[in-house]
């Protein structure tokens, strides 16, 4: 037996006709129906925008987690090929970079293939943030980045140097993190006016309490 389309639509309407009669006598009669919605996850546009956050709060394994919970393969993305990935790229780098190379996968408890150390966490964290710095020339946010990140390491250090302190002159850093990284580093070198003056510009811009003095990173 073939049944027309407007049958087949009658039928498949019957029950919603069946839940609304039936709700609305409910309703009627004193009685409600609760039907309470599916929670959502967060988008991956929301997870990085959490990430974001955390960063900036100081949270380096929240801000790694929240990272991995959308993009558990972040290594593996191209700079620049798309803009949230890059963003997700971006603060997986940092979160490394401030945590001392230990907000990994492995703390973070999300499965990875091989082995990374710290200190290699460190030098993956240099790389990325230099292919960013190569898709965006120019762009002192991720100038300072990868200058923060070339203070970790002891072969990038006059590299950082010469970034920060170019970018401290003209006044377009706008990290507080990468003003800590250029007082250490004047700091290492002897020169205590200019680790005091950027020691400043740190507080100035802060948020967090500790960022600015010489202390172990936490995650």
Not at 18 to 47: L, N
Request: hydrophobic share 45%.
């Amino acid at each position: 037996m073939k049944l027309s389309r407007a049958a087949v639509l009658a039928l498949a309407l019957a029950p919603a006709a069946f839940i609304t009669s039936y709700a609305h006598e409910a309703g009627a009669c004193g009685m409600s129906i609760r039907m309470d919605p599916t929670p959502q996850r967060p988008t991956p546009v929301q997870e990085i925008a959490r990430a974001e956050k955390a960063l900036e709060g100081g949270q380096n394994l929240a801000a790694a987690q929240a990272v991995l919970g959308s993009f558990p393969r972040v290594r593996n993305v191209t700079a620049g090929q798309n803009p949230l990935e890059t963003r997700a790229l971006r603060v997986f780098a940092l979160a490394l970079v401030r945590s001392e190379g230990t907000a990994d996968e492995k703390k973070a408890h999300v499965a990875v293939t091989g082995e990374w150390t710290p200190k290699a966490n460190i030098e993956w964290a240099v790389q990325a943030l230099r292919e960013i710095d190569q898709k965006r020339p120019n762009d002192p946010t991720v100038q300072a980045d990868l200058g923060e990140a070339l203070s970790k390491l002891p072969h990038g250090q006059a590299e950082a140097r010469k970034i920060l302190q170019a970018l401290a002159q003209k006044d377009l850093m706008g990290s507080p993190h990468a003003y800590a990284a250029l007082a250490k580093l004047h700091t290492q070198s002897g020169d205590a006016a200019g680790a005091q003056a950027a020691i400043k510009r740190c507080e100035e811009m802060s948020k967090t309490p500790g960022v600015c003095k010489p202390a172990a990173a936490k995650a």
